[in-house]
């Protein structure tokens, strides 16, 4: 019995060092890849931001942004003048619900790792210069309510994995060079295709 006892406590022990020493590796990827989002910004301020300050400091960030572990859950960074390629490193900060990269300059292809944020309620890709396929890796995303990737130069056909996004309210596709016919979406979705640059899909 005592020996029992004293397994189940070991045990206990030792679950509890290894969800903190989790903790801490998250902690420093979040800071990983907040630091790569930041060095695309052409404004000094955010550019060289120090990560040494309290995370409510940090740009993007509130104190409603943050939960009570440190993990950042909500980032908005839109209109921060962010330029180049989206970093691999967004992959990291997987408590992420909200994602605000709206109104950039970030070009090139849209990292697969997006599609690691299962938790994102609401993304915003819009109006920036993503180019090449939109990634199959969204189809992950299943709590997605709002997604934004108009005002792009995105090409190639839309993913039928996108037809797993069942929580989705609206999806805005608007300004791109996509073609062929988009995937079903769940009944209660609405989806913006446009016609000025969206001319090859079909309906």
Wanted: aromatic share 8%; charged share 20%.
């Amino acid at each position: 019995m005592k020996t029992s006892i004293f397994l189940l406590s070991f045990i206990s022990i030792c679950s509890f060092f290894d969800l903190k020493a989790q903790d801490t590796r998250y902690l420093e990827l979040q800071k990983i890849a907040m630091q790569k989002l930041y060095s695309l910004s052409k404004k000094n301020k955010i550019k060289n931001f120090d990560l040494n300050q309290p995370i409510e400091k940090w740009p993007g960030l509130t104190h409603k942004s943050v939960n009570t572990q440190g993990h950042i859950t909500s980032l908005d960074l839109s209109n921060k003048k962010l330029t180049g390629a989206l970093p691999a490193e967004i992959g990291y900060l997987t408590r992420l619900t909200h994602l605000y990269l709206n109104n950039n300059d970030l070009k090139g292809k849209i990292p697969k790792d997006v599609g690691n944020l299962t938790n994102l309620e609401m993304l915003y890709l819009n109006h920036n210069k993503f180019s090449g396929e939109i990634p199959k890796e969204f189809g992950k995303l299943i709590h997605l309510l709002s997604f934004y990737l108009n005002n792009n130069q995105l090409k190639g056909n839309i993913p039928i994995e996108m037809k797993n996004l069942i929580s989705l309210e609206f999806l805005n596709l608007d300004h791109n060079e996509l073609t062929g016919t988009p995937p079903t979406m769940h009944p209660s979705c609405k989806v913006l295709l446009g016609t000025q640059k969206n001319e090859d899909i079909k309906d």
